[in-house]
């Protein structure tokens, strides 16, 4: 048997103290002094010792403790009050635990809220109803598969944890497909009507395109508090100067609904560097940014100091990684841009050459190929200016070329386009191609991809499939963006792959020395992940949900650090959405779980505690001997 | 003491009654001094017993002569000697006695002794009163004649209730101080924890006949108190809790039945005779009417 109502048993196990000292209190009697109580001690004994049985007689005492047992019997019995006339249900509990349900909301945090509101759900099945528990952040986890087990699904709601990461539904709609539909006789997919999906969320979730099929969708709001300031964005970068000098930059985004105003603290190694200022108003984003000075190598933390519901976008980590030289080959009939371009960077020492010298080396970070082709590439990183790179997959177009292609997309968060605007760039002439299936398109046109990356396990190569004398490009700001992002995305995999920042939920990429077989992880919560590198050029590492400093400790090369970070606008702002958009339908949230059966053992322990009360009244009073 | 006090005792109505009484027995018991009985003894009288022969230093004086003209055998002529009754009372005067109405049980039993005592003095009789609180530590000596009422009364006057009862102990000090056998009168209510048995076996000793008077009061047996009670007993200051419904006085009724009943035959099957007495039985009726029916006064 399981117990359900934990509070009403909370409840009455209080009361039980209650009818103890009840019976601690001692039965006030008359004082009578007597001759002897020798004869009254002989009545008592006579009277208690008689023969075992008696005969039954109409006792009110007697009928009160038969009806206090019977009323006990039947609370132990569970009985049900039915609400609705329903039974053998299909109850898919999706619970968000992504960063923002960490949110407190008075003592508690949103996932606590998500998970009570979640067993009153399950106190409502019925012995025939079954239930899922499925939680999703930035990627969805089946916590208890389909039961009618309470015990289980009161234990799985239990080992839910909040993840420092984004929210995401995508996933969901393939998991949910068998459980909420049905396949006819021509193989049609018809929603099963017996099931109830529920979803415990603050309402910021992507993805929830994935429920469009799904029927008989709840939305349960979960939590109220709006109020927060949090580190949204950060990059280190170096400055273009002289000297080699690094810049971080800090994004800090007012989610509440008044300008805020707040201290932003940089330290590197525990040491603070430098405090700054900043008002963001109510849902804008402001950027700080601070300058290391001399300070070239470390670990650094930027802290907000403001106190909110949400402490966990307060403060971010990076890591300062020492400058080293950067050797690019440049293979180009000529072109003033691009070398203008990498020169800027005081670590890129570039060297020019013409197509016709160019031999497959390996001792450069960087290849450039401008407007030319070549017949063999080795292992390293090369760009690809309106040519193709000699591998497999890289084939040319019908047609070859496109005159001014109009640029719809590029992706905003990829290291490569990071901070870099495409939308006022104009091309006279790309070229029209095929890429490997894994390659990853940054920057799309309508009629072909304009920069492809491509990696393996030796070679990373991107592919900008026009020539930039044909277009405005070198004149966009978009253009140096990109170079130095592509030079340290390149520099960054050379210099083992460590990079300043990374997001939360990211799959990270872990490059051990020659000599190193083993690598081990210690995550900033103290949990340790271990990789061998045995027949490996590369591990990866994708328990990435706390954010904070992870450790990676090789057996042979120096420690490493991986800065991760919540970073998302997404979960900084915190205030519950009233109602989530599903495939078009919108479902508008309540607070509480509408119940369809509602247990009532509780009353009738109430009333048989409230017998046996009265039961002991007149036990002590004996009116009705 | 006072004569009024004494009087509260034995009132003159009383008094004018109890002089048409005398203790009788059923036994024959050898007296020290000649008195208004009949003795087993042959003696001194004018009813002729039996003969005997003469042996030299006998009083020649009983010679019976007439024998001798016929037998020419010298025979004494045997005369039942009259002695005196040795007549004993105990009284109860442990604490439990002090309960009881319209008198307690003491004052009840007091005033028994006193008539008793009385009609033992005006006929003769040799009468002893003794106490029984715990052991015998007073007592009245036997003594004869309507002259020693006075200080039979202030004796009896001077007891008082209290302390716990010792049946046993009473019982065999009084059997060790008064070796004359006789009548005794034992007036208690023999609520006693160690029981009874073994006190009056100790009148086995010297072939005393033996009332046991039992003086209870009306609440002893048919108590009125009901309800939930914290019964404190006078002698021990034990506590019985009890919850007086009418399933427990029903039951208490039938174990004071079963109480007396067992005294009762105890003493029958013993040769003792048993009185029983509750306290609202005026002392005339229990010595004109249920004493003398009894056997104990003629």
């Keep these: 048997m399981t117990f359900l109502q934990s509070l009403w048993w909370a409840g009455l196990f209080a009361l039980l103290p209650a009818i103890v000292v009840m019976y601690l209190l001692k039965l006030k009697r008359r004082r009578v002094v007597i001759p002897s109580t020798l004869l009254w001690r002989r009545s008592v004994q006579d009277l208690v010792a008689n023969s075992p049985f008696q005969k039954l007689r109409n006792n009110l005492l007697l009928w009160l403790q038969l009806l206090f047992l019977a009323l006990l019997i039947l609370a132990f019995l569970r009985p049900v009050m039915k609400l609705e006339n329903q039974s053998g249900r299909t109850l898919i509990l999706l619970i968000d635990n992504s960063a923002s349900m960490q949110t407190l909301e008075g003592a508690r945090t949103r996932l606590e809220e998500a998970t009570d509101k979640a067993r009153a759900a399950i106190d409502s099945l019925s012995s025939r109803d079954e239930a899922i528990v499925v939680t999703f952040s930035d990627r969805t986890n089946i916590v208890q ?194 070398e203008e371009v990498f020169s800027i960077d005081p670590r890129v020492r570039i060297s020019v050459i013409r197509p016709t010298d160019y031999t497959p080396r390996e001792d450069y970070d960087v290849v450039v190929f401008d407007n030319c082709g070549t017949g063999d590439i080795p292992a390293g990183n090369f760009l690809f200016i309106n040519s193709l790179p000699p591998v497999p997959g890289f084939a040319a177009g019908d047609p070859e070329t496109v005159d001014n292609p109009e640029i719809i997309d590029w992706n905003r968060v990829h290291p490569l386009t990071r901070f870099a605007n495409f939308e006022e760039v104009l091309i006279g002439n790309a070229l029209v191609y095929e890429t490997p299936r894994s390659a990853l398109h940054v920057v799309e046109a309508v009629e072909t991809d304009l920069i492809t990356l491509y990696e393996t396990e030796t070679q990373h190569i991107v592919v900008v499939g026009f020539d930039i004398f044909k277009s405005y490009w070198p004149l966009d700001v978009s253009f140096p963006i990109f170079m130095s992002n592509l030079i340290e995305y390149f520099a960054g995999l050379s210099q083992a792959g460590f990079r300043p920042v990374y997001r939360t939920g990211q799959t990270i990429p872990i490059y051990p020395g020659d000599e190193d077989q083993v690598a081990i992880v210690r995550t900033p919560s103290g949990k340790t992940v271990e990789f061998s590198f045995e027949g490996i050029s590369t591990a990866y590492l994708t328990e990435t949900a706390e954010a904070g400093m992870y450790e990676v400790d090789f057996d042979k090369s120096p420690d490493r650090y991986l800065p991760v970070n919540l970073l998302s606008v997404e979960e900084s702002m915190i205030g519950p959405q009233e109602a989530i958009d599903i495939g078009g339908r919108e479902v508008v949230g309540t607070g509480e779980v509408v119940r369809t059966n509602q247990e009532v053992w509780h009353w009738f322990a109430l009333a048989a505690l409230l017998i046996m009360l009265a039961e002991w009244l007149i036990y002590c009073r004996r009116t009705f001997m | 003491m ?297």
């Design chain 1, 145 to 338: 598969t389909l039961t009618s087990d309470r015990a289980l699904l009161d234990a799985a709601l239990d080992s839910i944890e909040a993840r420092d990461v984004d929210t995401s539904l995508s996933e969901a709609g393939l998991i949910l497909q068998s459980l909420t539909s049905t396949v006819d006789a021509e193989g049609a997919r018809l929603p099963r009507e017996s099931t109830n999906t529920i979803v415990f969320s603050d309402g910021v979730v992507r993805g929830l395109a994935s429920l469009a099929d799904v029927p008989n969708v709840e939305y349960i709001r979960i939590g109220t508090s709006a109020e927060n300031l949090g580190i949204t964005g950060l990059d280190v970068r170096e400055s273009f100067g002289d000297t080699i000098e690094y810049q971080i930059f800090a994004s800090v985004t007012n989610a509440g609904g008044e300008e805020e105003e707040a201290l932003v603290e940089l330290q590197i190694d525990g040491q603070v560097l430098d405090i700054k200022s900043v008002a963001v108003p109510a849902g804008e984003t402001q950027a700080v940014v601070f300058a290391t000075g001399e300070v070239q190598k470390g670990i650094a933390s930027v802290r907000l100091d403001h106190k909110d519901d949400f402490p966990l976008d307060d403060s971010v980590v990076a890591q300062i990684v020492p400058p080293g030289e950067i050797d690019v080959l440049l293979v180009t009939s000529g072109n003033p841009f691009l």
């Design chain 2, 2 to 298: 006072a004569t009024a006090e004494l009087k509260t005792l034995l009132e003159p109505e009383l008094l004018a009654r109890l002089d048409q009484l005398e203790v009788l027995t059923h036994r024959v018991f050898r007296g020290r001094q000649k008195g208004e009985r009949r003795s087993r003894k042959k003696g001194q009288s004018v009813e002729f017993a039996d003969y005997r022969e003469y042996v030299p230093g006998d009083d020649t004086r009983y010679l019976d002569w007439n024998i001798f003209g016929r037998l020419e055998r010298l025979y004494i002529k045997l005369f039942l000697e009259e002695e005196d009754l040795a007549f004993h009372v105990i009284v109860d005067t442990s604490a439990s006695m002090d309960f009881g109405s319209p008198v307690t049980k003491f004052e009840y039993a007091r005033k028994l002794a006193a008539a008793l005592g009385y009609i033992g003095l005006r006929n003769q009789d040799k009468v002893g009163v003794s106490d029984a609180k715990g052991r015998v530590v007073s007592r009245f000596r036997p003594a004869r004649g309507k002259a020693q009422l006075t200080k039979m009364l202030s004796y009896l006057m001077t007891l008082e209730p209290g302390e716990r009862t010792n049946l046993v102990e009473s019982c065999r000090d009084f059997v060790l101080q008064n070796t004359q056998a006789g009548i005794v009168v034992l007036i208690s209510d023999f609520l006693d924890d160690r029981g009874y048995e073994e006190a009056l076996k100790h009148f086995f000793m010297r072939n005393y006949e033996v009332y046991c008077i039992q003086v209870l009061s009306p609440e002893e047996r048919d108590p009125t108190q009901m309800g939930h009670l914290e019964l404190v007993d006078s002698e021990t200051g034990e506590r019985q809790e009890v919850t007086a419904s009418e399933a427990l006085v029903k039951q208490y009724r039938r174990t004071v039945e079963t109480f007396c009943g067992g005294l009762r035959d105890w003493c029958t099957s013993r040769g003792m005779t048993y009185l029983a007495a509750t306290t609202d039985l005026s002392v005339d009726q229990m010595l004109l009417g249920y004493l003398r029916q009894k056997g104990l006064l003629r």
